[in-house]
């Protein structure tokens, strides 16, 4: 039952995240139920249940009959913070709950519910939109912020000199690891449009001098060169061959020792645990063509496409990486 009404909590939180509740109370709270529900525009009808059903939920406290953010979701989903992890709850709002009400018709189909059911590039579509392009490259970094902070932190940096984060959206990944490893420069690869994005995002952190955006598209440019490149949350986007042929190009821009890190909500290699990356799967079924994979599956194309050693390490929650050595 838990499962088969998620969606009523899922949906709560997501218009919570919409409304900006946490970072109108972070700013003005605590608040009452009438202050707070006038300062968010809802109708007095249904605003204490909602505000209640928070409580209830863990994302809001309330004491004295003022409602304030807990210590978590006031760090993590209070927009104005640089720890602010909801845009990836954003992104789910306004896109993916609509999709997902048309997975059976997905998983009939086999064919892709996003806005490129009706044909076109999925990337090219959504980036079209300015808004939808800073929604969407916001939405990665809320996605990736912690395995970033892992990368930096279990990766041997020592080694390298170099890394490039390919298809980086705002950078998240490479900053918290250039933040972490004062040795190190690079930066990221995207399409044309995001790089000031990137840019900024960078900027915000102090990392400009030390961070770079090469702009490209990494099926028709070759990959720019670094002693470390990164692929998050890339080759799922993709069809097999189109993933193969990632992992060529990095390869072939590598240098020999070089290292390649895939990271995603890898799956198990038995495939019954990690619900969070076969959902995921689903997801990319859902968006476009890709699905995600187990660690044994990656580190085969790893090896079709040349390179010499390969090995698995967790990363947090759901995600690990994947690191291949030329
Ligand atoms: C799912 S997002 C992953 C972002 C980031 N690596 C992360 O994990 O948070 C895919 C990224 O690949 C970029 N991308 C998609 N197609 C691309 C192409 N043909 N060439 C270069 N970048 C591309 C997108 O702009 C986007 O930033």
């Given at each position: 039952m838990q499962l088969g009404f998620g969606f009523w909590a899922s949906k709560t939180l997501l218009s919570a995240v919409e409304l900006k509740v946490f970072g109108t109370l972070s700013e003005a709270g605590p608040l009452n139920a009438d202050e707070l529900g006038e300062r968010l525009g809802l109708h007095p009808r249904g605003a204490r249940d909602f505000f209640d059903a928070l409580v209830a939920l863990r994302m809001l406290d309330r004491t004295g009959g003022r409602y304030s953010n807990t210590p978590e979701t006031d760090l993590f989903l209070d927009p104005a913070k640089p720890t602010y992890v909801g845009g990836v709850l954003e992104v789910s709002n306004a896109r993916l709950y609509t999709f997902w009400g048309s997975l059976t018709e997905g998983l009939r189909t086999g064919q892709p519910q996003s806005e490129v059911k009706t044909g076109g590039d999925f990337f090219e579509t959504l980036y079209a939109d300015p808004e939808k392009l800073a929604q969407f490259t916001g939405a990665m970094t809320g996605l990736s912020r912690a395995a970033g902070d892992a990368i930096a932190a279990k990766f041997r940096w020592r080694d390298y000199g170099s890394v490039i984060d390919i298809g980086?959206?705002?950078?998240a990944v490479p900053a918290a690891i250039a933040t972490a490893h004062n040795h190190l420069s690079g930066g990221g690869f995207d399409l044309p449009p995001v790089e000031p994005i990137f840019n900024s995002y960078v900027t915000q952190f102090g990392l400009a001098d030390r961070l770079r955006f090469t702009p490209g598209n990494f099926f028709d440019d070759p990959l720019p060169s670094a002693d470390v490149l990164i692929m998050g949350h890339i080759l799922h986007d993709w069809e097999l061959d189109q993933k193969r042929l990632l992992l060529q190009k990095a390869y072939d821009a590598l240098p020999t020792g070089g290292a390649l890190i895939v990271y995603e909500a890898i799956i198990d290699d038995d495939r019954r645990h990690n619900a969070f990356g076969l959902l995921m799967s689903l997801n990319m079924l859902i968006e476009g063509l890709g699905f995600d994979f187990t660690g044994p599956d990656c580190r085969g194309w790893m090896a079709d496409v040349g390179f010499s050693e390969s090995y698995v390490e967790h990363l947090v929650g759901p995600d690990s990486m994947v690191v291949g050595i030329k």
């Open positions: 980086c959206a705002q950078g």
